[in-house]
């Protein structure tokens, strides 16, 4: 006979201050995950979201469009993650020779100055910036390394809608 024979089996019982480390760990782990979670949420939501479609801005009616290039100003609603504005952007729009109306933004593509039609007689557009001309479709004339971006256009109902930017396509 061993000596383990008729001994009753040992068990292995936790002590009070493995108790107490255990619940207060869990209870730890608990409350910074329950603090923790939601900041992460509101890191992470905004790239979450789905990105809507550009929608078409009414801008101005169809008839009031020349040849002439006319600054007109409109308002578009932004989200940008949780601050929600209405910003006021500005197109160039015009005819060309075949009579398709077209927008060019007004930002220069040298240094994003915002650009002037024909403010030196010359029927360019021109930075007061740094002197980047373009030709009445925005082609870049001088100092600028690009053309002026377009937005999208659709004519509905005699009224003018202007879309998201696009690289220019007139040039």
């Known amino acids: 006979m061993s000596n383990h024979e008729g001994q009753k089996p040992v068990r292995k019982e936790m002590s009070r201050r493995q108790f107490l480390s ?17 900041m992460v949420r509101f890191a992470v939501d905004p790239l979450l979201q789905k990105k809507e479609t550009s929608a078409f801005i009414k ?3 169809e008839s009031k469009i020349t040849n002439e290039p006319v600054e007109y100003k409109f308002k578009i609603h932004q989200v940008d993650g ?41 029927n360019e557009y021109v930075c007061p910036c740094h002197g980047a001309h373009y030709t009445v479709d ?8 690009n053309p002026l971006d377009e ?21």
Request: glycine share 12%; hydrophobic share 40%.
């Open 138 to 145: 925005g082609k870049n004339l001088s100092v600028a390394p």
């Open 22 to 38: 255990y619940t207060l760990g869990g209870t730890t782990a608990f409350m910074v995950g329950g603090v923790a979670l939601p």
């Open 82 to 122: 949780w601050y929600e504005s209405e910003a006021e952007l500005v197109a160039w729009i015009s005819k060309d020779a075949k009579n398709n109306i077209f927008a060019l933004s007004p930002v220069c593509k040298h240094l994003g100055c915002t650009i002037g039609w024909n403010t030196e007689q010359n």
């Open 59 to 61: 801008v101005v009616e």
């Open 151 to 171: 937005y999208e256009v659709k004519i509905d109902g005699g009224f003018i809608y202007l879309g998201p930017l696009k690289p220019n396509s007139r040039v």
